[in-house]
């Protein structure tokens, strides 16, 4: 799994990092969505997708094919 | 597929009862999906119920909700009915769309991150147990809407905002006057307003000479080391925004929320069986509510294309969040509440570039309850029967007048 960001498209929603606190973070000056683990074990898919589906600005991208 | 003039539908559509759906909305996904829909005010609008189309639209920058300078935009309410709530904004100053709105955006939205929610959260979970045990003392049956629902929100605002515990009366009383269109004049609404204005102008002077850990002083921090900052005025209509946009939403969601869980008592067992489930649970209470006002405006200043058909620029579009949120193309058993549902993409808060400011904070109060609740009262149930439940009628955010409990 290979996870991105788009930051231009965060609204700093904060959803990410209460689902997926292991693989998302946010900067602390902007609020905006820090990527901690772009390649996250496989344990964690569940949340990133969780993550990625409620997202409000779609800004979390996931690419399943790696 | 538009309904001829015979048919038009209007708004708000009727229902069964407080807690379930419109049944029209279920043949408008399937057969109408962008229709025309009378308003209150008279004036016409088109419909969204598609959870694709409202996403889209909600999602697209280039549009936002009108405001008094869109030429011929839809109004929801009649002229002079409704207060600062019923046609957005009226009364704030707040940058709505472009540039400005991202700036904004990014200087107030830093302060509702995820890490300082968790950390609101223990102060939160006090001022709950304290309002249940004030419940309790007062004795049963008791509605919870006006003893836990109504007041934990506007609490919350106050620390949010370093407005000292002793004035949170004053502005619970502020927040109902502006919201609560059939029971103030606009005489008290305005007089509300200047209040309001006076105090919170006092409290950002105070603030500006004495910073502490909150919102304002965030703000009043970061503009003085930019340079760009925002104004008295824009911290005024912040706080205000806050004020508007986060109390009756959230009360009358806690409303709606317990309402829901007790309405079918298995959904509160399950909970108290597995209070892991919190969390789902509150995302789930949100998407099944049907009674979340009308949904929210957006008014096109270009033309777009919704499922092949052309909106002129000019059209108000109402996209129907909670239609949306029982569209069986996105969400399995839609109409079924699953308290254990995920991932759930609900658009609840809307989606895109204004969605939810604060939708953590909201979330957060919504699992602070929910877990206080079911701690301090698992013998929580609903007084009255389902058909008993009164709505009202709320202009942005629907909700039930009482939530009558027992325990
Ligand atoms: C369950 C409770 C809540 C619900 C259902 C709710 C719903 C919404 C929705 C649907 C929007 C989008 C409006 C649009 O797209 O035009 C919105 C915007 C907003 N909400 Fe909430 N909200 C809730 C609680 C809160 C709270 C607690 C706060 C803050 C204290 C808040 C602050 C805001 C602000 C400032 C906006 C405007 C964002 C913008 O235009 O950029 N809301 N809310
Ligand atoms: S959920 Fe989406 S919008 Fe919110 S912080 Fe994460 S990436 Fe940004």
């Given amino acids: 799994m290979k996870v991105s960001v788009d930051l231009d498209r965060c609204c700093g929603a904060g959803q990410c990092v209460l689902i997926a606190p292991e693989v998302f973070d946010q900067g602390d000056e902007d609020g905006i969505v820090v990527l901690l683990e772009p390649s996250p074990a496989v344990d964690l898919h569940p949340v990133v997708h969780e993550a990625a589906a409620v997202c409000p600005a779609s800004a979390i991208t996931i690419d399943d094919s790696h | 597929m538009r309904e001829n003039d015979l048919d038009l539908l209007r708004l708000p559509l009727p229902s069964d009862n407080p807690l379930e759906p419109p049944a029209e909305w279920e043949r408008l996904r399937r057969q109408c999906p962008v229709s025309t829909v009378e308003l209150p005010s008279g004036d016409k609008a088109t419909y969204l119920t598609r959870y694709d189309h409202v996403k889209a639209l909600l999602s697209?920058?280039?549009?936002?909700?009108?405001?008094?300078?869109?030429?011929?935009?839809?109004?929801?309410?009649?002229?002079?009915?409704?207060?600062?709530?019923?046609?957005?904004?009226?009364?704030?100053?707040?940058?709505?769309?472009?540039?400005?709105?991202?700036?904004?955006?990014?200087?107030?939205?830093?302060?509702?991150?995820a890490k300082r929610m968790t950390a609101l959260r223990p102060g939160m979970v006090r001022t709950a147990e304290g309002l249940v045990y004030d419940m309790v003392r007062q004795g049963q049956p008791a509605d919870l809407k006006a003893c836990l629902g109504f007041p934990l929100p506007v609490y919350v605002i106050c620390d949010i905002l370093g407005v000292p515990a002793a004035d949170r009366d004053r502005f619970s009383h502020w927040s109902d006057a502006f919201l609560n269109v059939s029971r103030y004049t606009g005489e008290q609404t305005r007089a509300a307003y200047e209040e309001f204005a006076e105090y919170m102008s006092a409290h950002i002077a105070a603030t500006r000479a004495e910073p502490g850990e909150d919102l304002i002083s965030m703000v009043i921090g970061e503009s003085e080391g930019e340079g760009?900052?925002?104004?008295?005025?824009?911290?005024?209509?912040?706080?205000?925004?806050?004020?508007?946009?986060?109390?009756?939403?959230?009360?009358?969601?806690?409303?709606?929320?317990?309402?829901?869980?007790?309405?079918?008592?298995?959904?509160?067992?399950?909970?108290?069986?597995?209070?892991?489930?919190?969390?789902?649970?509150?995302?789930?209470?949100?998407?099944?509510?049907?009674?979340?006002?009308?949904?929210?405006?957006?008014?096109?200043?270009?033309?777009?294309?919704?499922?092949?058909?052309?909106?002129p620029r000019g059209t108000t579009v109402v996209c129907s969040m909670p239609a949306a949120n029982r569209d069986e193309r996105v969400f399995t058993d839609a109409d079924d509440m699953v308290l254990s549902r995920s991932p759930n993409p609900h658009l609840t808060f809307g989606a895109g570039p204004h969605s939810c400011l604060g939708q953590s904070l909201a979330r957060t109060e919504l699992q602070v309850t929910l877990d206080v609740l079911l701690r301090k009262l698992p013998t929580l149930r609903l007084a009255v029967s389902i058909d008993e439940l009164q709505r009202v009628e709320g202009l942005l955010v629907g909700g039930l007048s009482t939530v009558p409990v027992r325990w």
Avoid at chain 2, 72 to 79: K, L, N, S, T, W
Avoid at chain 2, 80 to 107: F, I, V, Y
Avoid at chain 2, 234 to 259: D, F, P, R, S, W
């Fill in chain 2, 60 to 113: 697209d920058a280039r549009f936002a909700r009108p405001t008094a300078e869109d030429e011929g935009a839809a109004r929801i309410a009649p002229e002079g009915a409704g207060g600062p709530a019923a046609d957005g904004s009226s009364t704030l100053t707040l940058p709505d769309r472009g540039e400005p709105h991202l700036r904004w955006r990014r200087q107030v939205g830093k302060y509702f991150t």
């Fill in chain 2, 228 to 311: 760009q900052g925002l104004t008295d005025d824009e911290l005024l209509g912040t706080a205000m925004g806050l004020l508007v946009a986060g109390h009756e939403t959230t009360a009358n969601m806690i409303g709606k929320m317990v309402a829901m869980l007790l309405a079918d008592r298995t959904r509160w067992e399950r909970l108290l069986a597995d209070q892991g489930l919190v969390r789902t649970a509150v995302d789930e209470a949100l998407r099944f509510d049907a009674n979340l006002g009308f949904g929210i405006r957006r008014y096109l200043t270009e033309d777009v294309e919704v499922d092949g058909e052309v909106l």
